[in-house]
């Protein structure tokens, strides 16, 4: 069954980076609609708004504390009302970010958890201490360990219990098996749709259900998490979201789903099980880093294709994507601009195009993130006092902990850090890049003047006039949104792959490498077909690929 979600190429906005509106350094929702028209220029029907309601931003807005209300930074109810309406005349549909594993502990909900008889107390997951040795000694009940790599266990006073939080403290865990609390989502899905939202992202939505809360086993990082990722309560909480609510609308979900592997993808998007219409997994982004996704290691292009085969092929449908809130910058990972300080490097504008192919050229649903496509790269701050993000901090102490070097400390944070991501985006070259007239919440990257939106929007050799051009050409091109994928050929550097529909075929040939690479035969021999697009400009390929060349051919 074909869905309207399938033709269309999403676009995240992270709002506190996006366009700053009333000059006070933080992006909001009426800088959102000034910016529609670039938006929709780019050819995107689909916008995921990551997380505008109240909330104290321990997290980013990703700890709510009330998901009716909009967070004053951002603007009103009304100014988000007007926002679903502007995006619809522009056939625009939004999807709203659902962050439901977990609230901020201002929410009502928790604040009146706190007292042990109240009828909220079972909405959070509490629990007495363990006895320590000696008197008045009180250990956590369990040893796990969460994803910002501290501890998962907060005592609190009031009522001599501690509270589970698998992120942040101020992130309590909400308790799935409170069927209550399941009850409670479902009233916060309907007023996002009836407001006119098409769907949510799911933010760490196989975690949900905590089957036990046992001792976990071994782990440099999150440890238990074998008792609570993909359970089964799980699965049956989202079917039950889905029965009751989700398909009673015309909207779709994506989940966010950790660690998740590819039989567990499996379950989650079956179609006939009625559970998540597509999700986001990790494995790609993770083909150069080991250890928890922190430590570089070398990348291969043959271990890209890998993966990539392997979910291409292991699911009918899935959502795409190389870049979010949470990650490098793409360019920066897997292209060529390392991290200019200044301006971006000889292959940037290549590397930037090849990435673009990359991603608009396999099955399923493309998200791009804002900024990606005018090729921003990763930040260039000088130490961890200009990094704003929870886990790099984390991440620091975790590997003091471990002893690790700081210099080393700091090359693989600052090649990590989610903060990479959510720097403003940079519209112009003046001041602060044209996000706003104050000093923003989080520096703008210093290459701003090089790479902006406005630079590029007439340039037609720009990063942004190729993602308009490829999101075009596969809106108009069934067989690179539909068909099948069918690897070729892959090396340390190079990886070609091939779309099929029907008769139709296109074949894609990308080079991850600053060599000019001379296909042996085999190879060479997969690159018959035309030139539909070339990142170079080239017309023939003959058998070679310059440094970060992306080419697609027809048929072949
Ligand atoms: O992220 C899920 C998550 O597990 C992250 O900690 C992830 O492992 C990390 O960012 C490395 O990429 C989601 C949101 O996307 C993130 O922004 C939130 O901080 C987190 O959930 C908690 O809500």
């Known amino acids: 069954m074909k869905a309207w979600w399938k033709d269309r190429v999403a676009y995240q906005i992270y709002p506190r980076s996006f366009q700053d509106s009333n000059n006070d350094g933080m992006g909001d929702i009426p800088g959102i609609i000034s910016r529609l028209d670039e938006i929709g220029d780019l050819g995107v029907g689909i916008i995921w708004l990551s997380p505008v309601y109240k909330s104290p931003d321990a997290d980013n807005g990703y700890d709510i504390s009330d998901y009716r209300e909009i967070n004053p930074k951002f603007g009103t109810m009304a100014d988000m009302e007007r926002l679903f309406a502007e995006a619809a005349k522009r056939d625009i549909r939004i999807i709203m970010d659902l962050v439901i594993n977990h609230t901020s502990d201002e929410h009502e909900w928790f604040r009146k958890s706190r007292d042990r008889a109240s009828p909220y107390r079972d909405y959070y997951i509490w629990r007495p201490p363990r006895n320590g040795k000696g008197p008045g000694r009180r250990l956590p009940p369990n040893n796990w360990t969460g994803f910002f790599m501290g501890d998962v266990w907060e005592y609190d006073e009031q009522s001599g219990e501690f509270y589970l939080h698998l992120f942040d403290r101020k992130q309590p865990d909400l308790n799935y098996k409170n069927p209550r609390v399941v ?37 440099l990082a999150v440890r238990g998490i074998e008792h609570y990722k993909s359970q089964e309560g799980n699965h049956a909480v989202l079917r039950e979201l889905r ?51 922190y430590v570089p290691k070398k990348f291969r292009a043959k271990r890209l294709l890998k993966v990539m085969t392997k979910w291409q092929r292991g699911l009918d449908w899935n959502a ?109 070259a003046s001041e602060n890049a044209g996000f706003s007239g104050a000093r923003p919440w989080l520096g703008v990257n210093g290459n701003y003047r090089h790479i902006n939106y406005a630079a590029q929007k007439d340039d037609p050799d720009s990063v942004l006039n190729f993602y308009k051009n490829i999101i075009s050409l596969r809106k108009s091109t069934e067989c690179l949104v539909h068909g099948e994928f069918a690897p070729l050929y892959a090396d340390n550097r190079v990886m070609i792959y091939r779309r099929e529909l029907g008769d139709e075929s296109y074949t894609v040939a990308l080079n991850f490498s600053f060599r000019d690479v001379k296909l042996p035969k085999r190879a060479a021999g997969f690159l018959g077909g035309a030139v539909v697009v070339s990142t170079s400009g080239r017309r023939e390929t003959e058998g070679r690929l310059p440094p970060w060349e992306g080419v697609l051919l027809k048929g072949g």
Not at 262 to 282: N, P, Q, T, W
Not at 356 to 375: D, K, N, V
Request: net charge negative; aromatic share 10%; charged share 30%.
């Open 183 to 219: 009850e409670e989502v479902k009233e916060i899905l309907r007023f996002w749709l009836d407001k006119g939202a098409a769907g949510f992202r799911c933010d760490v939505i196989n975690i949900l259900y905590k089957t036990s809360l046992a001792d976990g086993k071994r782990a």
């Open 243 to 293: 029965r009751d609510v989700l398909d009673k609308y015309d909207c779709f979900t994506v989940g966010e789903t950790v660690m998740v592997d590819l039989d567990e993808a499996k379950l989650l998007c079956d179609e006939s099980r009625g559970e998540l219409d597509m999700l986001f997994y990790f494995d790609h982004l993770e083909v150069d880093r080991r250890i928890a996704q």
């Open 320 to 428: 795409l994507y190389l870049e979010n809130h949470d990650q490098a910058r793409i360019v920066s990972h897997f292209g060529a601009a390392g991290n200019p300080a200044g301006g971006p490097g000889k292959h940037w504008r290549q590397s930037a195009k090849m990435l673009a192919l990359f991603e608009l050229t396999l099955r399923g649903t493309p998200f791009i993130f804002q900024g990606q496509e005018i090729g921003m790269t990763n930040f260039d701050f000088e130490s961890l006092d200009d990094i704003d993000d929870v886990l790099s901090h984390g991440l620091n102490g975790l590997m003091k902990k471990l002893r690790i070097p700081g210099f080393l400390r700091w090359k693989w944070l600052k090649a990590s850090s989610r903060d990479n991501a959510r720097t403003p985006v940079q519209w112009d």
